[in-house]
C-alpha cells in the first residue's frame, strides 16, 4: 500500500512553527523581565491577603468587632493626615514587594544524590567494620547509614569533603595495617586526585576523613624571620604548627606557617636527609638551605650529579667551595673531617683552661653533599675510598662542633649510603611522588594524608627526629642560570646571594678558595690537650667502615 504524502501545511511549515515558538518563547522571557516588579507586588498582596484571612478566620468572634473598629479607627487617622493615604499606598507596595521575592531555599540535609554516596560508603564499610558475633552491628547491609556517618559535607560537585565515621569499638585501630585499609577504602570510594587527611580518635571510636587544600607554590625564596640556628625547610597546613612568619606573595605579604628546622649544639637532629626523585625540588629545597645559612655560616657544597645547579655560588662570601669532582670531593671532605676534630680540640682546651670557646669554633659549617653514591660508584672504579666514610666524624660530632650535614639522595640509590648517614641523619625529608611505603620507609612513620599523583616540584612530607610527619611545599629557589626560570624568581635568587670574594690585587675572584688539607691543623694543638681526648678523636677519624646494610625505619 503506497504511503500518502504529509499535507503541505506539515512538509513544508515545520520552520515557520519552530521560529513562531522561538519568537513566543522570547516575548515572554521578555515580558517577565519586564514585568518581574509587578508580578514580586502581586505575589507579595496575595499573600498578605492569605495572611489577613488565616488572622481573621483565627480571631473569636467575641473580638472581631472591637478589631474592625480598631481597624476602621485606624484607616480614617490616616485619611486624616496630610499625605497619609499616600505613604500607607507605598508602606502597602513595600511590604508586598518584600513577601513576594523569590526566596533561595534553604538546604537543610543532603539531596537524593548526596545521600546514595553516603549509602555507598557505608555498605563498603560493612565488612570492616562488623563482625557475625556482634548482635546489634552498628554496621550492617542495609543498615541505618545515618548513625555511623553523622556528620559529612559535600562540594559543589557531590563529593564528600568531610567525614565522620563511627566505628565500633572492637575494631583494631591500633594496628597499622587495618587503619590503612579503611583510608584506602574511603580514598577510593570519595574520589580520587584529591589528597585526605585522616584522624583517628581511639578513645571515641571515630574517624574524621577530611580533604585537604593545596599547598600554596607561588612562595618564592626570600630572607625568613629567624633566628641563628634556624632553617625554613617549607611551608605545611596551618594547624600542624604552632608557629607562623610572615611571607611575601607577588604584591601581598601574609603569615604562612612554616617547617623550622634547628640545628646546633641543642638540637636533636642536627643532620638531614633529603631523599626525591628527579625533578622533584631536592636540589632547590638544598639552594634554599644554603642561601639561609650563609648569612651565619660557612659553606662547603659537594655535587655529585655534575649538572652545575651550584654555579651561582661559586666565588661568593662564605662559600667554600663547590665541588664536582671526585678529588675535590675527596679533599674537601677531609679537610672537613680534621676541622671538626680541630673543632672539637680547641673546644675541649678552652672548656679546661675556663674560656669561653674560640669564635672560629662556633661558626657554623654546613657540609652538603647532592647525589654522593655518584662518588661511591666512580671511586669504586677507580679503587679510591668511599667520600661518605669521611663523613664519620662530622656526623657523629658534629652536633657539638657547629657542623651541619645535609645529604640528597634518589630513591633509587638509598643503597649506596652508608650506616652513619642512615643513623645520623634524624631529620629527613621525602619530596615528589611517592607511594606510603616508601614513604614510611625513609620517615620511619606513615602520613595521614593520601598522596596525590600529580604532585608540583618540592611537594612532599617532612619529619624532624621522633615528631609527626607534615606536609611539606618547599619555597620557589630554582638555579638563576636555567634559562627557564622565570625572572621574578630568578631575581629573587640572585637578590639572596653574598657578593664575590676578590683577591687581594682586586681582580674579582671567580674560583672558590682551594679547602685546607689535613696538614693545615697544626700538630702542637692537640699536644696541649689530655691525652685522652686526643686518642679518642684518633680512634674516631681512623674507624672502620660500616658494613653494608639499608634499614631506614632505624
Known amino acids: 500500500m503506497a504511503r500518502r504524502p504529509l499535507p503541505r501545511i506539515l512538509s513544508s511549515g515545520s520552520a515557520q512553527i519552530a521560529r513562531s515558538r522561538e519568537i513566543a518563547r522570547t516575548a ?48 480614617l487617622v490616616v485619611a486624616l493626615i496630610p499625605y497619609g493615604p499616600l505613604v500607607a499606598l507605598i508602606s502597602v507596595m513595600a511590604a508586598a514587594a518584600w513577601k513576594g521575592r523569590v526566596r533561595t531555599p534553604v538546604k537543610t540535609g543532603p539531596d537524593e544524590t548526596e545521600i546514595g554516596r553516603l549509602r555507598a560508603l557505608y555498605e563498603a564499610l560493612v565488612p570492616y567494620f562488623s563482625v557475625p558475633e ?39 585501630d591500633s594496628e597499622a595495617e587495618s587503619r590503612a585499609r579503611i583510608e584506602q577504602l574511603l580514598h577510593a570510594k570519595s574520589g580520587r586526585g584529591r589528597e585526605y587527611h585522616f584522624s583517628w580518635d581511639e578513645e571515641g571510636n571515630q574517624l574524621v576523613m577530611s580533604v585537604l587544600p593545596a599547598l600554596p607554590t607561588s612562595i618564592a625564596a626570600q630572607r625568613f624571620v629567624t633566628v641563628p640556628g634556624e632553617t625554613v625547610l617549607g611551608f605545611t597546613d596551618p594547624g600542624a604548627v604552632q608557629r607562623t612568619v610572615p611571607v611575601t ?17 641543642r638540637s636533636t637532629e642536627p643532620h638531614l636527609l633529603v631523599v626525591g626523585e628527579p625533578g622533584s625540588g631536592a636540589t632547590s629545597l638544598l639552594r634554599s638551605i644554603v642561601l639561609q645559612a650563609l648569612p651565619h655560616g660557612d659553606v662547603l657544597i659537594i655535587e655529585g650529579s655534575g649538572t652545575g645547579e651550584y654555579a651561582c655560588l661559586t666565588g661568593r662570601a662564605g662559600v667554600l667551595g663547590v665541588e664536582c669532582g671526585l678529588a675535590g670531593a675527596l679533599a674537601s671532605l677531609e679537610w672537613a673531617a680534621h676541622e671538626t676534630e680541630r673543632r672539637l680540640i680547641a673546644a675541649n682546651r678552652a672548656r679546661q683552661a675556663g674560656h669561653p670557646a674560640p669564635e672560629d669554633t662556633r661558626r657554623p659549617l654546613w657540609i652538603l653533599l647532592d647525589r654522593p653514591s655518584v662518588f661511591g660508584h666512580l671511586a669504586a672504579a677507580d679503587g679510591r675510598r668511599d667520600p661518605q666514610e669521611l663523613l664519620q666524624v662530622p656526623l657523629r660530632h658534629g652536633r657539638a662542633a657547629h657542623v651541619t650535614v645535609v645529604v640528597a639522595e634518589q630513591f633509587d640509590s638509598l643503597d649506596a649510603l652508608t650506616e652513619p648517614v642512615r643513623t645520623h641523619t634524624r631529620a629527613r625529608v621525602v619530596l615528589g611522588r611517592a607511594g606510603i611505603g616508601e614513604v614510611t620507609s625513609v620517615l620511619g612513620l606513615a602520613p595521614h594524608t593520601t598522596p596525590t599523583p600529580d604532585v608540583p616540584p618540592g611537594r612532599g612530607y617532612a619529619r624532624l627526629g621522633t615528631g609527626p610527619v607534615l606536609r611539606l611545599q618547599v619555597p620557589a629557589t630554582p638555579d638563576p642560570y636555567d634559562d627557564a626560570t622565570s625572572e621574578a624568581h630568578r631575581q629573587a635568587v640572585l637578590a639572596l646571594l653574598p657578593e664575590r670574594e676578590e683577591r687581594e690585587d682586586g681582580a674579582e675572584k671567580t674560583e672558590p678558595a682551594e679547602p685546607a688539607t689535613a696538614s693545615a691543623v697544626e700538630p702542637a694543638t692537640a699536644s696541649a690537650v689530655e691525652p685522652a681526648a686526643v686518642a679518642a678523636v684518633a680512634a674516631l677519624a681512623q674507624a672502620p667502615a660500616p658494613a653494608e646494610g639499608w634499614d631506614l625505619k632505624k
Open 28 to 75: 515572554a522571557d521578555n515580558a517577565t523581565d519586564v514585568l518581574h516588579p509587578l508580578i514580586t507586588v502581586t505575589r507579595g498582596l496575595r499573600l498578605l491577603a492569605a495572611a489577613g484571612r488565616r488572622k481573621w478566620a483565627g480571631t473569636p468572634k467575641e473580638r472581631r468587632g472591637p478589631a474592625l473598629f480598631l481597624v476602621a479607627a485606624c484607616v
Open 134 to 172: 556482634d548482635p546489634d552491628p552498628l554496621f550492617s547491609h542495609g543498615g541505618a547509614w545515618d548513625k555511623a556517618l553523622s556528620e559529612y559535607e559535600f562540594d559543589g560537585n557531590g563529593r564528600v569533603t568531610r567525614l565522620l565515621v563511627t566505628y565500633p569499638a572492637y575494631f583494631t
Open 249 to 265: 606573595q607577588g604584591e601581598e605579604t601574609r603569615d604562612a606557617p612554616p617547617v623550622v628546622w634547628r640545628t646546633g649544639p
